[in-house]
């Protein structure tokens, strides 16, 4: 399945506006940009969706992303720029897709677009409208830079999980093991084509680990932020207590004797700037940062400035059984030599069906921000002979399962799940446990809740 690229740029002008093109399309694209109305304060509750959840408030509704949806619709998707997509989508072979590349400004880019909801959407099923639920469809950011190409390998991929638990009265509040262990299970079927090694920062700093060898894939698991300057860092360790000695920078603030039973947390950072260097070196071909405001722009730019091709982060508070889910199908996909394309469309909807998540984590599909500016849709190519051939085969037909699992699934706007005509569900899983642990204001900023 191939995927063409369609290209918007956006950028704002001034305090309520912003300018909008099609750079590139199947269909051709737009001299000149379109003027569009900035609801600033709208557009800011659409993002808040995504902040900390504390214990008892409600879940995140369809109704809130279908109105946030037609929020961000109506800044990206004016009706010049809706054309477009709608001719390309006509214009492309049927069994092909459309890459939606955003190419944001600073402005804009740390938005859910995720949630774009097409104009004219209509109708019972709550997931119709939205561009990233569709199966041809696959929205990514970024342009494509650079024109390398790369060549078939029979060698294993190497997977480095890099986490940082953090380990209150006995306790990991941030489910960091269990997300070690739900991938490893998930991910024994790939062993042939995908190698995971797993350290934790504690034991291993992550520059040591990343400098034994090719890592071709990065996964982290553990908490990001950034500083009061904006840098963007993830946390190696963080302890109640000063440990053993390496040099721990120290958070401070009233609430914490409450939440942890100490006045105080050390913390072992890394920036994003040398991340980023070190990804480089390793031959990093995809970055994933399973951790709760890891898709920010203040944490990413450094990684993709160094000339990591692929990087993944999330909107805002990720669970553990969604990471999970998630990293499952689109390591799968891609380990066998499937385009992220593919891999990412097919791991987004894994995620609607009916046994994959509880009802009220199911909002989860959309905070996932994928970072693409590798002009290669095949992260990790493999020769189409015998077996390979044949798993990407039986791959693309459990894809299509899980579309046709989800379309025969009406999601109502109440969450509830109705007129089920079919749900063969092929290979789901169910793995890790919930858990609260919000974290308030640290010296630098909120330290995000992991769950």
Same mark, same amino acid.
């Given at each position: 399945m191939d995927?063409?690229?369609?290209?918007?740029r956006?950028?704002?002008?001034d305090?309520?506006?912003?300018?909008?093109?099609?750079?590139?399309?199947?269909?051709g694209?737009?001299?000149?940009?379109?003027?569009v109305?900035l609801?600033t304060?709208?557009l800011?509750?659409v993002?808040?969706?995504?902040?900390?959840?504390t214990?008892g408030e409600p879940?995140?509704t369809?109704?809130?992303l279908?109105?946030?949806?037609?929020?961000?619709a109506?800044?990206?998707?004016?009706p010049?720029v809706?054309? /477009? /997509?709608?001719?390309s989508?006509e214009?492309?072979?049927?069994?092909d897709?459309?890459?939606v590349?955003?190419?944001?400004?600073n402005?804009?880019v740390d938005?859910?677009?995720?949630?774009?909801?097409?104009?004219?959407?209509?109708?019972?099923d709550?997931?119709a409208?939205?561009?990233?639920l569709?199966?041809r469809?696959?929205?990514v950011r970024?342009?494509?830079?650079g024109?390398?190409?790369?060549?078939?390998?029979?060698?294993?991929?190497?997977?480095?999980?890099?986490?940082a638990p953090?380990?209150v009265?006995g306790s990991d509040r941030?489910?960091?093991?269990?997300?070690?262990q739900?991938l490893?299970e998930?991910l024994?079927?790939?062993g042939?084509y995908?190698?995971?090694e797993?350290?934790t920062?504690?034991q291993?700093?992550?520059?040591a680990a990343l400098?034994?060898?090719?890592v071709d894939?990065f996964?982290?698991?553990?908490?990001?932020?950034?500083?009061a300057?904006?840098?963007?860092?993830?946390v190696?360790?963080?302890?109640?207590?000063?440990?053993d000695?390496r040099k721990?920078?120290?958070?401070?603030?009233?609430?914490?004797q409450a939440?942890y039973?100490?006045?105080?947390?050390?913390?072992d950072?890394?920036?994003?700037?040398?991340?980023?260097?070190?990804?480089r070196?390793?031959?990093?071909k995809?970055?994933?940062?399973?951790?709760?405001?890891?898709g920010?722009?203040?944490?990413?730019a450094? /990684?993709?400035r160094?000339?990591?091709?692929?990087v993944?982060?999330?909107?805002?508070?990720?669970?553990?059984t969604?990471a999970?889910?998630?990293?499952?199908?689109?390591?799968t996909?891609l380990a066998i030599?499937?385009?992220l394309d593919?891999?990412v469309?097919?791991?987004?909807?894994h995620l609607?069906e009916?046994?994959?998540l509880?009802e009220?984590?199911?909002?989860?599909?959309?905070?996932?921000?994928?970072?693409?500016?590798?002009?290669e849709?095949?992260?990790?190519?493999?020769?189409?002979?015998g077996?390979?051939r044949?798993?990407q085969?039986?791959?693309?037909c459990?894809?299509q399962q899980?579309i046709y699992?989800?379309?025969?699934?009406?999601y109502?706007v109440?969450?509830?799940?109705?007129?089920?005509?079919?749900t063969?569900i092929?290979?789901?899983?169910?793995i890790?446990?919930?858990?609260?642990?919000?974290?308030t204001?640290?010296s630098v900023?909120?330290?995000g809740?992991?769950?």
């Amino acid at each position: 399945m191939d995927f063409h690229d369609f290209q918007i740029r956006a950028w704002q002008s001034d305090a309520s506006h912003a300018q909008v093109l099609v750079h590139s399309s199947p269909v051709g694209d737009m001299r000149k940009p379109t003027t569009v109305r900035l609801e600033t304060d709208a557009l800011g509750a659409v993002r808040a969706l995504f902040g900390d959840r504390t214990a008892g408030e409600p879940s995140v509704t369809w109704v809130d992303l279908i109105a946030g949806g037609q929020q961000l619709a109506a800044v990206l998707l004016p009706p010049p720029v809706y054309t /477009l /997509l709608i001719r390309s989508l006509e214009r492309i072979p049927p069994d092909d897709g459309l890459r939606v590349r955003l190419c944001l400004d600073n402005a804009l880019v740390d938005l859910p677009w995720e949630c774009l909801y097409r104009p004219d959407a209509s109708g019972g099923d709550a997931t119709a409208g939205f561009l990233a639920l569709d199966s041809r469809i696959s929205l990514v950011r970024e342009a494509p830079s650079g024109t390398s190409q790369t060549l078939p390998a029979r060698r294993k991929q190497r997977l480095l999980f890099a986490g940082a638990p953090f380990m209150v009265r006995g306790s990991d509040r941030w489910g960091i093991e269990e997300e070690r262990q739900g991938l490893a299970e998930a991910l024994q079927p790939v062993g042939e084509y995908l190698a995971m090694e797993s350290i934790t920062g504690a034991q291993t700093r992550f520059e040591a680990a990343l400098a034994r060898g090719p890592v071709d894939i990065f996964h982290y698991s553990g908490d990001t932020n950034a500083s009061a300057d904006g840098a963007g860092f993830l946390v190696q360790e963080m302890r109640t207590d000063p440990g053993d000695g390496r040099k721990y920078q120290v958070w401070q603030h009233p609430d914490y004797q409450a939440v942890y039973g100490a006045d105080r947390v050390y913390v072992d950072l890394m920036y994003a700037e040398q991340l980023g260097r070190l990804l480089r070196a390793a031959g990093t071909k995809l970055a994933v940062f399973s951790a709760c405001n890891s898709g920010r722009w203040s944490f990413v730019a450094p /990684l993709l400035r160094a000339g990591v091709p692929v990087v993944i982060g999330a909107q805002g508070e990720l669970a553990t059984t969604a990471a999970v889910a998630f990293f499952h199908k689109l390591y799968t996909a891609l380990a066998i030599g499937l385009s992220l394309d593919e891999a990412v469309t097919w791991a987004r909807l894994h995620l609607l069906e009916p046994t994959t998540l509880p009802e009220d984590w199911r909002w989860q599909w959309a905070m996932f921000m994928v970072y693409m500016p590798s002009p290669e849709a095949v992260l990790f190519p493999k020769p189409r002979q015998g077996q390979v051939r044949e798993r990407q085969d039986a791959a693309r037909c459990a894809r299509q399962q899980t579309i046709y699992n989800v379309s025969q699934t009406v999601y109502n706007v109440n969450q509830t799940i109705g007129n089920v005509k079919q749900t063969t569900i092929n290979d789901n899983i169910t793995i890790g446990t919930m858990q609260s642990g919000q974290v308030t204001g640290a010296s630098v900023g909120q330290i995000g809740a992991r769950q």
